[in-house]
């Protein structure tokens, strides 16, 4: 068993990732359904937080069936933490998750996100300030530095240690690498073999198939793994990777049965929880993910990105159901350059 604070994960957890307009509760509830132990909000500023920000706001919702959930929030100023903190204190999350990784330069020049590999001292004064102005356990998902010849995850992972963090997720790229070339998980290894370190170490990136993930176990040693791109459109991958984990063998794909029914749970929960227009536009990015591998999809989904009503996307789908009734899906391959997300 895996303990981050108060909260119990089984061996060798599954994390969902935090991820910019993805992570929502919609999708983190079809996560859930099909086997991620812990997920992460979307990642919120700290400053929209205290400025009341309708949309950051929006992100602290919640709901029972998905715990344990972590609310992840960044910036780069020491009181906007610690007040942002405290906000998050107030919906009673299982834990607080600090980004130290995303790349992207609207975060970056803030002097957010991975801009803080830049500078560990700020990165401790922050973490610090999160620590002492919350309850709940703080975590933190950070890269391995900022470019190749500044690769100092070890440093981090100790020092923040040191202040009180109670779990380190590390995305094996720098943050000059965004998302381009191979994760490179070995300064990962080193951290969790590093006998100065007692939290769970988790390793994030590239992860895009059971036979990975049972990999990348074994070669890495980390205490679990964290999903990103791969869960977009296909949450099965959790079920899929538990499944291999236990038993050395391949989960059958799920059928265009199971995989209409998650569309449909997911659709309807977006349109409960953001409004009948902003749900169905928003669901609109997925059903290219979640139809992957049917051939000759083009103009079912057509009239998916068109239609209006929820009635009329039932319908739509009914109809999906009955022509690719017994349609043998292959394993999936995972596009990671085509799946594109904020996250660190």
Not at 18 to 44: H, Q, W
Not at 217 to 245: C, L, N, Q, S, T
Not at 301 to 326: M, P, Q
């Amino acid at each position: 068993m895996i303990k981050i604070g108060s909260v119990s994960l089984p061996d060798f957890p599954l994390l969902l990732a935090p991820m910019e307009d993805v992570s929502d509760p919609p999708f983190r509830a079809v996560c859930k359904d099909n086997g991620a132990d812990l997920m992460y909000t979307e990642f919120i500023s700290s400053e929209g937080l205290i400025r009341d920000a309708i949309k950051s706001r929006q992100k602290l919702d919640i709901f029972e069936e998905e715990r344990p959930v972590g609310i992840q929030i960044f910036g780069g100023d020491e009181e906007a933490m610690a007040l942002s903190a405290q906000i998050v204190d107030t919906v009673n999350p299982d834990l607080l998750d600090i980004n130290f990784g995303c790349p992207v330069k609207k975060v970056v020049t803030k002097g957010a996100g991975a801009a803080v590999l830049k500078d560990i001292d700020q990165m401790v004064r922050l973490t610090k300030a999160c620590v002492r102005s919350t309850r709940l356990p703080v975590t933190v998902k950070t890269r391995l530095g900022w470019d190749h010849d500044s690769i100092n995850i070890m440093e981090v992972a100790e020092r923040l240690q040191d202040v009180g963090i109670h779990a380190l997720a590390i995305h094996g790229r720098t943050r000059s690498q965004l998302y381009k070339g191979e994760a490179n998980w070995d300064p990962i290894a080193r951290v969790k073999d590093n006998p100065r370190i007692n939290i769970p170490i988790f390793g994030n990136g590239d992860i895009d198939s059971p036979q990975k993930a049972v990999a990348y176990k074994k070669k890495y040693g980390v205490d679990g793994i964290m999903i990103g791109r791969a869960a977009i459109g296909y949450p099965w991958i959790f079920r899929e990777i538990k499944h291999f984990i236990a038993t050395g063998e391949m989960h059958a794909p799920p059928s265009i049965e199971e995989r209409v029914v998650v569309i449909r749970k997911h659709l309807h929960q977006s349109v409960a929880w953001k409004g009948l227009v902003p749900g169905i536009n928003e669901m609109r990015r997925h059903y290219n993910n979640y139809l992957k591998g049917l051939p000759n999809i083009k103009e079912f989904r057509a009239k998916l990105v068109t239609e209006k009503t929820l009635e009329s996307i039932d319908a739509v789908l009914d109809e999906i159901v009955a022509t690719y009734a017994g349609y043998a899906f292959e394993p999936r391959g995972v596009d990671m350059d085509n799946l594109a997300y904020t996250c660190g």
